[in-house]
């Protein structure tokens, strides 16, 4: 039977126990792991019976040198190895997308060329494509920066009108729900125009 996952959502950076949590389901959770960490806006985290099994984030901590206005990249992805190939990435990966895109900014993500597992998502997905590739400054391998196709940038480069219908379950960060209407002072709850 298929584990069931569950799903929280976070808008600001992890710290202190949580970063901890997270930090131990990679691999190498090194400095630039952290500084990842240090500017996320909005963090997905898996959830098995309560035990963190995926995590992917978005930050404003961009090295690479895309071109794009206000890049917001979709980074920090990991999936514990027991939980791969469920769709946990998946899940994660489209929740990142509609974050960033509500927030306005242009999301990119940047994927080591050898990383099968990523590239093949990536390239038969029709809301990311290709912006351009570069030598990673670590690896010294190739790297791509991939751009949403619903971005404004992209969009409005293609000809197209910088609007795209809205997304079903669309996340919004707490500070952008709606917020109650302000109550009505004495002298103005009624209806004969001033
Ligand atoms: C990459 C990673 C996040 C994928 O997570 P996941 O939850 O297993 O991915 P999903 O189950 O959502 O996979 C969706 C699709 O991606 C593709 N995919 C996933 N893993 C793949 C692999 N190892 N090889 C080829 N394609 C793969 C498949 O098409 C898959 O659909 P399918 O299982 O129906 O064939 C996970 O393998 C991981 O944590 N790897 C180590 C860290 C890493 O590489 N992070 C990404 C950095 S950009």
Redesign the pocket.
């Known amino acids: 039977m298929l584990p069931i996952i569950e799903y929280s959502l976070s808008y600001s950076a992890p710290t202190g126990a949580e970063r901890d949590a997270l930090s131990a389901l990679?691999?190498t959770p090194d400095a630039r792991w952290h500084e990842r960490m240090d500017h996320a806006r909005f963090v997905v985290t898996?959830l098995h019976e309560g035990t963190r099994v995926?995590v992917?984030i978005v930050h404003t901590s961009v090295t690479a040198p895309t071109m794009v206005p206000s890049p917001m990249e979709l980074?920090?992805?990991?999936?514990?190895?027991a939980?791969?190939?469920?769709?946990?990435?998946?899940?994660?990966?489209e929740a990142r997308l509609t974050y960033a895109l509500s927030m306005g900014g242009t999301p990119i993500?940047?994927?080591?060329n050898r990383?099968?597992?990523?590239?093949?998502?990536y390239e038969?997905s029709a809301r990311w494509t290709p912006e351009r590739e570069y030598t990673g400054y670590v690896t010294g391998l190739p790297m791509t920066i991939w751009v949403s196709t619903e971005s404004s940038w992209y969009r409005t480069a293609m000809g197209l009108n910088p609007l795209v219908p809205a997304q079903p379950n669309t996340v919004l960060p707490h500070d952008a729900s709606p917020q109650r209407p302000l109550a009505l002072g004495p002298d103005q709850d009624n209806a004969v125009p001033a």
């Open positions: 990679t691999l898996a995926g992917g980074g920090g992805m990991f999936v514990h190895p939980y791969r190939r469920l769709g946990i990435r998946q899940h994660m990966a993500t940047v994927i080591d990383n099968q597992a990523s590239w093949g998502y038969r």
